[in-house]
């Protein structure tokens, strides 16, 4: 099996002069121009002292270099370690203190909130959403490096932070066979060719705007319609010369609104993909009813990649993720036993196959704990396998809330509330939203005679975290409802204001 590098090269090769980056009102980048760059870039990174195993860690703005600078860690043999833009500096602290990352790339404009990090195990560069900054500029005047470092399957490929409800973010490390292997899966199940157009209005910090949606075209010599951010207008534009759309429910949830949104717009496109997050299944069927179009669900984690797919061919049902991929074991255990659990009941969810992380970055404890004795990966979110055979996500074993196809971890939050002058104790949730799937609520109990109020629990924790982490609303009540064991009953919060951003 090759590894995505060598599958983007063997494109690179084949297809020279085809659009491999269409983009909107700036001339189109071809495969033989982004292999050029690549091999730019693999030369700027062994001057920069990047060798095999050495991670690349980068805040940058998506753009068609960024995607260059991806291939070129794979190129090195480094680990790539993508960070979400909307991290602040203090949460960068973190990643780079954990990670040791020896280079780190961030936008132009950021470079002077970083520079103090430079340091003699610290390279630090930059790259801007025009494909202007250092980095770039470097790689003008080299020779580009044309021969490849050898990787093997198990060697790591990148890092991709998530988070516990310890709120301690762990790095799960994929080697080159977990990223290839389940983009093999994909390309088949989803028949994704050379002559797919892909819409891509995706991010490209996680695993399914880079390791699904990128990778994807890449290995398949397929054309990106590349586009910074969504927006629905555009997007029903592009559909008259695109073939297939992945997207976060959010996406699918403000193309609805649009009354463009019909099987004449439509017509050319073959596929609709949606993850990240649940999909409300009113959305699922409101999408068929207009467009004759139904999407089709699938399910992953930062560890495991791509997990299970509705049919390609075959019946796509609302509120089901669907069966394993190819090559993948997966089975509903006891949370409490670990015993095999019979079709239909509920339990964990755990995965075994190619895909799965070799585990969590210098956590070696929590690593085996995350593992059956059998090697099975438990996911920790709950669900069962209808008589249908197909595989229906029910609730999460942890805390966790999905915004926007973003993961929200409470502990985090939690932590910098009860920090604030004034917070006896916090509890954070969420609750239904009709564009962002979850909203982060904040319920908050304060000391005795405190003057809490809602803007100035905020102004006190915005700085300190991503946009999309911070609360939606904030509540103050007098105790947070507990069990006999003490335990804060989050399930009754939930119930209590769950209808409190729906609109």
């Not at 480094?78 to 040791?100: G, K, Q, R, V």
């Not at 990778?215 to 927006?231: P, Q, R």
């Not at 908050?444 to 006190?460: C, F, H, N």
Request: net charge negative; with cysteine.
């Amino acid at each position: 099996m090759q590894n995505i590098y060598e599958q983007f090269l063997s494109s690179a090769q084949a297809l020279q002069g085809k659009t491999l980056f269409e983009r909107p009102g700036r001339p189109d980048l071809s495969y033989a121009q982004i292999r050029n760059l690549v091999e730019r870039l693999a030369a700027v990174l062994t001057d920069l002292g990047v060798t095999p195993g050495d991670r690349v860690a980068a805040q940058v703005p998506k753009s068609p270099e960024a995607i260059a600078l991806y291939l070129a860690t794979l190129h090195r043999g480094a680990i790539f370690l993508p960070l979400n833009t909307a991290y602040t500096s203090a949460e960068i602290d973190y990643f780079i203190d954990d990670a040791a990352p020896r280079l780190f790339i961030c936008a132009p404009d950021m470079l002077s909130q970083h520079e103090s990090r430079r340091c003699r195990e610290l390279a630090i560069e930059t790259l801007g959403a025009d494909g202007d900054g250092s980095i770039m500029a470097r790689s003008a005047n080299v020779i580009p490096c044309e021969a490849p470092h050898p990787c093997q399957p198990q060697d790591r490929a990148a890092i991709l932070y998530t988070s516990g409800t310890t709120g301690r973010s762990k790095g799960a490390v994929l080697t080159h066979r977990n990223l290839a292997s389940n983009c093999e899966a994909l390309i088949d199940c989803w028949r994704f060719t050379a002559d797919d157009r892909l819409i891509h209005a995706l991010p490209i910090f996680h695993t399914h705007g880079l390791f699904v949606a990128a990778n994807m075209a890449i290995c398949s010599g397929a054309t990106m319609v590349f586009l910074t951010g969504f927006d629905a207008d555009d997007v029903i534009d592009l559909m008259a010369r695109g073939t297939v759309l992945m997207g976060v429910p959010t996406f699918y949830t403000r193309l609805l609104k649009s009354p463009r949104l019909d099987c004449e717009n439509t017509a050319a496109m073959r596929l609709f993909v949606s993850g990240s997050a649940p999909l409300l299944a009113e959305d699922h069927r409101a999408f068929t009813n207009r467009t004759g179009h139904a999407i089709l669900e699938r399910y992953g984690l930062t560890e495991t990649c791509m997990i299970a797919s509705n049919p390609y061919d075959g019946e796509r049902i609302a509120g089901a993720v669907g069966m394993p991929l190819p090559g993948i074991d997966l089975r509903i255990a006891d949370p409490d036993t670990g015993d095999l659990l019979a079709q239909g009941d509920i339990g964990l969810i755990e995965v075994a196959g190619p895909n799965v992380f070799e585990g969590y970055w210098n956590m070696p404890e929590k690593t085996a704990a995350e593992f059956r004795p059998d090697g099975y990966f438990i996911t920790g979110d709950l669900g069962l396998i209808d008589e249908a055979g197909y595989l229906q996500i029910v609730g999460r074993s942890k805390d966790l809330v999905l915004s926007g196809g973003y993961n929200v971890y409470p502990k985090e939050i939690e932590t910098l509330i009860d920090d604030v002058p004034g917070v006896q104790e916090s509890a954070v949730i969420g609750v239904p939203h009709a564009d962002f799937g979850e909203a982060v609520v904040a319920v908050i109990v304060p000391q005795q005679g405190a003057g809490l109020t809602e803007a100035g629990v905020l102004s006190a924790i915005a700085p300190k975290l991503a946009r999309y982490k911070q609360p939606k609303h904030i509540i103050l009540i007098d105790e947070l409802p507990r069990n006999v064991m003490g335990k804060v009953q989050k399930a009754e919060l939930r119930s209590r204001y769950g209808d409190l951003a729906k609109d």
